[in-house]
């Protein structure tokens, strides 16, 4: 009994880590073609890079109809009643996720009596509550969304220690007390153009080096998900004790072939260019997983091109 669970651990974590991997496969370039560019680290290939990443970040924007060109700017009451349905629009037809990575994973080894760290954020970081507020975010900037508006969609999926979402209230009364306003701060502060403006006006070879570091990054976590963690699950426990599992794989480490992927990169990079600290929190990562896959074992011919074609030199 305990064998057939383990091997349905083993197998979650194959079908997570193959999650839309072959889907579209051959339509487009995809992430993996951005590699190559990444690694020319040219201003030619740069620009090819800048011309991706913001057709990728506004493709969930086309889709639904919504020219960012023409979302309305100002505190009037016509134009935030404009960007709310712009933001409600982006929402229609979009498909709820009842269980994120993290939850799969969780259910899966709890089955085969394995130990995984405890939750420390969110039960599920796309959870309808979350991703209601962050439509309005990506269209009309932290402006349009009230700090108790965020933290009580944050309430309702924490799964992490209360105290932390008071620490948090706390410093923003702290904070607005002392004039300073954190949401204009914050990397969503001016929505998607804030994103896609970081983007055209990062530096060519930083564009590049974000790129390089995500794409690596995503093949390695692929690599050490589908070939390591099933025999391994120490592997798994480790990569989820870190801040990162929740600050990147949890949303947007995974990326498939396809636009699934390439949205997940794209959002990768653009937290590394714009969130203080980010980059370093993932370079140290990625330094934790070089030492996962050095270890014996890892150096099996991987299973899919992809995973190795993510992990290029730096």
């Known amino acids: 009994m305990r064998y057939a669970r383990a091997m349905a651990f083993i197998s979650a974590i194959h079908r ?13 370039i995809s992430w993996v073609g951005w590699v190559f560019w990444a690694i020319d680290d040219t201003p030619q290939s740069a620009g090819l890079l800048r011309e991706a990443l913001t057709e990728t970040l506004q493709r969930p924007f086309q889709r639904a109809g919504v020219d960012v060109t023409q979302i309305p700017q100002g505190d009037d009451d016509d134009a935030f009643a404009a960007r709310q349905a712009m933001a409600a629009q982006l929402l229609i037809g979009r498909r709820a996720i009842g269980r994120d990575l993290d939850g799969i994973l969780r259910t899966h080894a709890a089955a085969a009596g394995i130990d ?17 507020v962050g439509a309005r975010l990506m269209v009309g900037g932290a402006d349009d969304v009230s700090l108790e508006e965020l933290t009580e969609a944050w309430e309702s999926v924490w799964a992490g220690e209360p105290e932390h979402i008071e620490r948090i209230r706390a410093v923003h009364v702290a904070a607005d007390r002392s004039g300073v306003d954190l949401h204009a701060r914050s990397p969503l502060a001016d929505g998607l153009r ?5 983007v055209e ?25 589908m070939e390591r963690a099933g025999d391994e699950p ?8 870190d801040s990162m599992w929740d600050q990147w794989v949890r949303v947007g ?39 996962l896959l050095s270890t014996p074992g890892a150096a099996e011919a991987p299973a899919d091109p992809a995973a190795t074609l993510g992990g290029p030199p730096r």
């Open 16 to 28: 997570v880590a193959w999650l839309g991997a072959l889907a579209r496969a051959g339509s487009s």
């Open 116 to 132: 995984l760290p405890a939750l420390r954020t969110v039960s599920n970081p796309f959870d309808q509550a979350l991703v209601k």
């Open 194 to 198: 804030g994103l896609l403006h970081a």
């Open 201 to 225: 006006k990062a530096d060519d070879r930083l564009l590049c080096a974000a790129v390089r570091a995500c794409t690596k990054g995503s093949g390695a976590l692929m690599k050490l998900l």
């Open 234 to 241: 120490e592997i798994l426990a480790t990569l989820m004790d």
């Open 253 to 291: 480490g995974v990326a498939p072939a396809g636009r699934l992927g390439e949205a997940a990169i794209a959002l990768s990079t653009v937290q590394y260019l714009v969130v203080p600290g980010w980059a370093g929190d993932l370079e140290r990562y990625l330094m934790l997983m070089d030492d």
